[in-house]
Nanobody, 126 residues
Framework: VQLQACGGGLVQARGSLRLSCAAS????????MGWFRQAPGKEREFVAA????????YYADSVKGRFSISRDNAKNTVHLQMNSLKPEDTAVYYC????????????????????WGQGTEVTVSS
């Protein structure tokens, strides 16, 4: 699976952005998909994940209620709708794919995800 993320940019606090991630290959629906972010000088952290069917989602506490993850398996895409953005949301955002065969567990460690997009930068100004 190859992943390509886009949609980042500069936005004012309390604004919104929608990130997208396009996947190649015919097995997209076999993967749990996740979004991570990495701020300068910090470790990469989990943001959100969505089940293979799109019926279940999981969020980091820091974004719960503000961010929404969705996927379209027919178009091999996953999205992250980010509302009420804060300066502390500033980071490079990455989409990632977790095969995790036979399991529906959402994993939050970056090492669990096999494939990664190149990242898209989000800057939130105060």
């Amino acid at each position: 699976v190859q992943l390509q993320a886009c949609g980042g940019g500069l936005v004012q606090a309390r604004g919104s952005l929608r990130l997208s991630c396009a996947a190649s290959g015919r097995t997209f629906s076999s993967y749990i998909m996740g979004w991570f972010r990495q701020a300068p000088g910090k470790e990469r952290e989990f943001v959100a994940a969505i089940s293979r069917s799109g019926g279940s989602t999981y969020y980091a506490d820091s974004v719960k209620g503000r961010f929404s993850i969705s996927r379209d398996n027919a178009k091999n895409t996953v999205h992250l709708q980010m509302n009420s953005l804060k300066p502390e949301d500033t980071a490079v955002y990455y989409c990632a794919a977790d095969f995790n065969y036979g399991s529906t567990v959402f994993r939050v460690g970056p090492a669990s995800y096999e494939y990664w997009g190149q990242g898209t930068e989000v800057t939130v100004s105060s």
